[in-house]
T-cell receptor
Framework: KAGVTQTPRYLIKTRGQQVTLSCSPI?????VSWYQQTPGQGLQFLFE???????NKGNFPGRFSGRQFSNSRSEMNVSTLELGDSALYLC?????????????FGPGTRLTVT | EDKVVQSPLSLVVHEGDTVTLNCSYE??????LLWYKQEKKAPTFLFML????IEKKSGRLSSILDKKELSSILNITATQTGDSAIYLC???????????FGTGTRLTIIP
């Protein structure tokens, strides 16, 4: 079956702009988690959505937000972009909550903020 | 604050060697520890270790959880060039429900 897909794969934005990233989970998976990966900080948890509800949130400012739709697809939005937001954004899906089920990661969206 | 530390940060070995990667955690209310392999972009799941399942093995890869030392090791025997990747360790804590990742170990296998 098809894996987790993320769009777009690459994105270049300027400071102050906003961006929306999309994640389509594996069919039948109800949980989607988002992560930010940078060389200095490694992989950091952003948030997890399950059945259209945010279940958990990491330590990121309010500029980072997300949502999940009834078909389990999820979007992540970053407003007022800063240079430090340049990173690889990964989403992962699982059948149930991530704490109990294996997560499958997508290929990521590489965001560059100039 | 809960913390996950991996060592070494990077490792270069020759094909055929055996490697041991370490992951230690400073946590309260440990629930489970996971190992992932990241080759280019998407991390792929390797093992999940819990208090009821402290040892896992799959082919040349194996992992053990040491609850007393608050650590885990990932062992790879007879390494191959395809094992070159970043190996990530993540811990889940009761009451937190999120994965806290270490910064990873970059493993390079020289032919």
């Amino acid at each position: 079956k098809a894996g987790v897909t993320q769009t777009p794969r690459y994105l270049i934005k300027t400071r102050g702009q906003q961006v929306t990233l999309s994640c389509s989970p594996i069919s039948g998976h109800r949980s989607v988690s988002w992560y930010q990966q940078t060389p200095g900080q490694g992989l950091q948890f952003l948030f997890e959505y399950f059945s259209e509800t945010q279940r958990n949130k990491g330590n990121f400012p309010g500029r980072f937000s997300g949502r999940q739709f009834s078909n389990s697809r999820s979007e992540m939005n970053v407003s007022t972009l800063e240079l430090g937001d340049s990173a690889l954004y990964l989403c992962a899906s699982s059948r149930g909550l991530a704490l109990s089920y294996e997560q499958y990661f997508g290929p990521g969206t590489r965001l560059t903020v100039t | 604050e809960d913390k996950v530390v991996q060592s070494p940060l990077s490792l270069v070995v020759h094909e055929g060697d055996t490697v041991t990667l370490n992951c230690s955690y400073e946590v309260t209310n440990f629930r489970s520890l996971l190992w992932y392999k990241q080759e280019k972009k998407a991390p792929t799941f390797l093992f999940m270790l819990t208090s009821s399942g402290i040892e896992k093995k799959s082919g040349r890869l194996s992992s053990i959880l040491d609850k007393k030392e608050l650590s885990s090791i990932l062992n790879i025997t007879a390494t191959q060039t395809g094992d070159s990747a970043i190996y990530l360790c993540a811990v889940i804590f009761f009451g937190n429900e999120k994965l806290t990742f270490g910064t990873g170990t970059r493993l390079t296998i020289i032919p």
